[in-house]
């Protein structure tokens, strides 16, 4: 499969607990976004990197929240001392970074914070 | 107000029927526009992009409106595997993110 994968694909966790998602994107794509997505509401932008760099960052995007893309390859997103308010499907997409705009989602991860 | 507005819908439609969606957006530097299609619990994917022109696939009309910052889909013939929400897309900043409304729910009817 070679499209953008993302682990693990559901997440139960404890208020006050970390939780850290992973995300894989297409090959050779140096462009990866996180968002989240709500029920009911459209996926809202969370950060952005161009291969290893973080160049934008969401005011959504709390002191909680941090993401990595060390290698300019798979990214992580952690979110410390998790809330109830944190329960979403976090979305991850990728893109070629040329002159294309398209933006090719994985599955997501559903988190639930109880 | 927010960035992307869509009339939430539910529409419900018998098969065969022709629909039209709806989309305004705030920012006149948006630079891209697009139509996501999403099925329930599933990740979004891209329907297609949206041209001043106006372009056509298939059965699905898309069309851009500058001036007025106005989005439509317009979808003819519509089947039972049409139902989804249609989550209406501009690109602004310099990141290229995604500004997605919140999406206008469509059932088809057998």
């Known amino acids: 499969d070679t499209g953008v994968s993302q682990d693990p694909r559901h997440k139960i966790t404890k208020r006050g607990q970390n939780v850290t998602f992973r995300c894989d994107p297409i090959s050779e794509h140096n462009r990866l976004y996180w968002y989240r997505q709500t029920l009911g509401q459209g996926p809202e932008f969370l950060t952005y990197?161009?291969?290893?760099?973080?160049?934008?960052k969401s005011r959504l995007l709390s002191d909680r929240f941090s993401a990595e893309r060390p290698k300019g390859s798979f990214s992580t997103l952690e979110i410390q001392r998790t809330e109830q308010g944190d329960s979403a499907m976090y979305l991850c997409a990728s893109s070629p970074g040329t002159s294309s705009r398209e933006q090719y989602f994985g599955p997501g991860t559903r988190l639930t914070v109880t | 107000r927010k960035e992307v507005e869509q009339d939430p819908g539910p529409f419900n439609v018998p098969e065969g029927a022709t629909v039209a969606f709806n989309c305004t957006y705030s920012?006149?530097?948006?630079?891209?526009f697009f139509w996501y299609r999403q099925d329930c619990r599933k990740e979004p994917k891209l329907l297609m992009s949206v041209y001043s022109s106006g372009n056509e696939d298939g059965r699905f009309t898309a069309q851009l409106n500058r001036a007025s910052q106005y989005i439509s889909l317009l979808i003819r013939d519509s089947k039972l595997s049409d139902s989804a929400t249609y989550l209406c897309?501009?690109?602004?900043?310099?990141?290229?993110?995604?500004?997605f409304g919140s999406g206008t729910q469509l059932t088809v009817l057998p």
């Open positions: 920012n006149s530097a948006s630079q891209s």
């Open positions: 990197f161009q291969n290893e760099a973080q160049l934008e």
């Open positions: 897309v501009v690109i602004t900043g310099s990141a290229r993110q995604l500004t």
